[in-house]
């Protein structure tokens, strides 16, 4: 862990001393991969090798702007490592995710058949929920349950989690993955704040420590928002993260070239060594198959 | 793409990318796919207002309005887009619960077809254009022949149609169009009760007539008989008005603050899973709550708010003599891709002139005034905001730059 954290320590330094050099350098070789151009570290392990970590809660956080395409980057990153994956997608259908992720090189589908992929597609099961058949009562209740107000807390949510991501004899994955896009629509289906956090502990107690995973939450998130309840629940996640990525759009409007910032918050103040949160600010651009990060100010546009 | 049903049938949804482009996505009138997402794209009625949400209208998508203060615009752009679905062959719905949908659809603006659109356009500009012939430059001549900049932003006209909103549609046109009608008072008194989910009896019986009609239809690819595709438009009026029984209008604390965002969640699985569209029009100055706003703005796709200049102090403003009202762009969807169609121009405002409705770039006159006065000033500084605040697709602005 020592080693660790000096590694981490290292790269900050050298980060701050270098940083304009290595933004031009980063731009003087655009790369074209898949995997989101020149991405720190922090976001770019290999879940194989040892320096993985696991068994961590990653929030993803937007303001101002929109922080999906965090989610299709995990989406796509925890798929090519192997992990099995929970995917609750509340928000959008499957073919909406399948489709970039098809641009950003993994198939869904395949990962469906193949047993990788348990997906959770929000809207049909609401839907099968309220206009199912009366006669056609399925073995399970289903996972979003409170909707109908038959359940107030989100316990049919949890137990849909935990029989998807416990292992069975025959699964060779690499590590359970939980992602969740997006909780804050939870709160608009009728789910109290309360039980909210209560799914998300009972979530991290399951996967984060039981079986080793990790867990990756979208929330959103705005500065003088009038949700507070909202903002109760994203307060109460970021302190529990381990990793915080937050994507804001920029304070001064909108803008062709930088689409918005993005400041990850690594909580290593959580791994009690008396250490300070470390916070790495980027500048984005979203392409259509990739998205670019480079430091603050040094965008194509302006160099 | 276009959503033809797939084998699997009930499990399709509108998203689903078509191996064969082309000739299978013609087949249904009134339609053009879009280059950035594959989705079919529908007009909304009104050709200035689909450059500015990139194309059109997605099919499976829900475009949100927020009323101005009057309602005026925002019932013009709702009976714009329901006269679309009637020129293109389009099937109706139509959901209110103050003004009988059959009143609604009559008071319909007539298609300008053929040459009548450009004969309007030329009266418009004649005026204009004549002067401007007669002064060629005489200081910055290197500029005579750049070309003019268009204020109204154009599309190629196939797509959309425009309308007169001085005359009425004739009802030759609605005889091949299927309406169908939600009038909540006669809803509410005919049906006896049925099952209501937790959530206000009206959205929900509104829910079930909707699913009803998709399914029996053949909107959502169930019924692989129907060859002849078609899409349904949705209009729902004034939802979340005290006319529907919320009272998130009326009060700080309302009973029920959760209605309308399970409605829009599961209007949001409907609309995906069948070929339609649909507008709905919020009244969103009176909503006190604005976390409820907050929330609806992210159950929704396309949100665009209406602010008129009726009633407040811009009306008689010498700045925005030629305009009537603002238009915001809040929220674009992303579809099927990590970046959206974000038009350029932030700062547009609509006019109704004589018989034509526009959405244009917000051009604010020079001020030739040799002193500058306190209010012109302030004006100014307000004109300011305006411009630095953009689409929440991207980002929004809140400071602006104080030079």
Redesign the interface.
Known sequence: RALRTNRVKEEATSQTVSKAGEGIKALAAPTQSRDFGWLPDSLRPDPGSQLCERGKFTLLRDT???G??LV?HFLSFYLRAGCKVCFVALL?????YN??AQ?LGVSLAAAKERGQLVFLEG??S??DL??GEEEEQPAQPSPLQF???SASDLRALFDFVRTSLTPSDSDSWKGPVLLVDDL??L????AAPVAVLDFIHYCRVTVCSRLQGNIVVLV?S?ED??????ELVVNALCHHSDLILWAE????????DV??QIKIIKRLSLELTGEQDQVQIYQYK????N?TFFARGLSAAVL | MAAAPAPRGCGA?S???KAAAGSRLAAVAGTRPSVR??QLLLSSGLPSLDCVLGGGIAVGTLLLIEEDTYGLYSNLLFKYFLAEGVVCGHDLFVASAKEHPDNILKELPAPLLGDTYRNELREETTAVKSEEFQDAMKIAWRYQNLPKIETSPTTSTKFGHYYDVSKRMSPELFQSVKQHRFYLPEELSSQPEMKT??MNSAYARL??SI?RIIYQEGFDGSDPQKKQKTILRIGIQSLGSMMWGDDICSSDTPEDV?SL??FL??L???L??SLSACIITVPAHLIQ???IM??VT??SDTVVGLESFIGSERETNPLYKDYHGLVHVHQIP??????CD?S?T?DLAFRLKRKLFTIERLHLPPDLSDTVSRTSKQDLAEAAKLL????????????H?DF
């Open positions: 101002r702007t929109d999906s395409f299709h959008q259908s499957f073919s909406h489709i970039v641009k809207l049909r609401c839907l309220l206009f909707i109908s107000g804050s629509v709160l608009g289906l009728g959103h705005n928002s009038e949700d507070e309840e909202n759009g920029l304070a001064t409007g909108f803008c062709k689409h918005g979203i392409q259509d198959k998205v | 949804t998203f689903q990318r997402h594959g989910w937790n829910l079930q699913q959760h965002t399970k969640y599961v949001r699985g409907l995906r899973k709550n604005k976390a907050e929330r992210n159950l992303r579809l099927n891709s990590l970046i974000v350029d932030k630095s605040s953009g689409c929440g697709a991207m980002a929004i602005g809140k400071k730059l």
